[in-house]
């Protein structure tokens, strides 16, 4: 089956900063990649995404690129601040069934 | 639109008894979720519904765990008997289908469960 493997497990930036979180994914079929952004004790909410048919998709801070042939995928976030720290996952899902595997998650700590 | 609602918040319960998590998705997402989440195990998908019928069961960890969906808008996740293996946050979550591609999910607040 589809897995999704995603690293760093653990970053941390100095306020201002980039980072940057990248995940490879093994199921060639996969068609939609999704980030979430979970802070302490709360939902996973979803900040961005991409489809298979766009390389790369950016809104204001962050943005994601896809290599479909290398079966990557990254987050990256420009000028971090202290409200961005949280864990981070990426996953991946295909058509026909919407069934989507996350991976493990990256803890960003933003310093001020 | 309030979101997808989950209930109860937090629940305490002694090993062996019946939990029943509840879960009511946001109206007009025809695809439900049910995610257990965990510090060892990361997000694991437990069950999925496509209007209101299981998909995918695979990720039910025994027969001790089963879920329902009687109706677009309720879904319940239930435990009988609990363990305290069982102890963890379960996420609902609910999504659109859009043509051939994947749609991001709406999570609810999520369940704490607590088994002693």
């Known amino acids: 089956g589809e897995n999704v493997e995603q690293h760093p497990s653990t970053l941390s930036v100095q306020e201002g900063d980039s980072a940057v979180i990248k995940c490879t994914y093994s199921?060639?079929?996969?068609?939609?990649f999704p980030w979430y952004k979970q802070e302490l004790g709360k939902r996973p909410q979803l900040i961005i995404d991409?489809?298979?048919?766009?390389g790369e998709k950016k809104d204001q801070r962050i943005a994601v690129t896809l290599n479909k042939t290398a079966k990557h995928f990254s987050l990256h976030i420009t000028e971090t601040q202290p409200e961005d720290s949280a864990v981070y996952f990426c996953?991946?899902?295909?058509?026909?069934?919407?069934?989507?595997?996350f991976g493990a998650g990256t803890r960003l700590f933003v310093k001020a | 639109d309030a979101g997808v609602i989950q209930s109860p918040r937090h629940e305490v319960t002694e090993m062996g008894q019946e939990v029943t998590l509840r879960c009511k998705p946001i109206?007009?997402?025809?695809?439900l979720f049910w995610y257990r989440q965990t510090m060892m195990r990361g997000l694991e998908l437990l069950i999925y519904?496509?209007?209101?019928?299981?998909i995918d069961d695979s990720g039910m960890p025994e027969d001790r765990f089963s879920a329902k969906m009687p109706n677009a808008s309720f879904s319940t996740l239930k435990i009988q008997p609990s363990e305290p293996r069982d102890s963890a946050v379960y996420f609902c979550?609910?999504?659109?289908?859009?043509?051939?591609w994947g749609y991001g999910y709406t999570f609810g607040s999520g369940t704490r469960l607590t088994v002693v």
């Open positions: 979550a609910s999504s659109l289908s859009d043509g051939g």
């Open positions: 199921d060639s079929a996969s068609n939609y």
């Open positions: 991409i489809r298979s048919n766009v």
């Open positions: 996953a991946a899902s295909k058509a026909g069934g919407f069934k989507t595997i």
């Open positions: 109206s007009g997402h025809d695809y």
């Open positions: 519904f496509n209007n209101n019928v299981p």
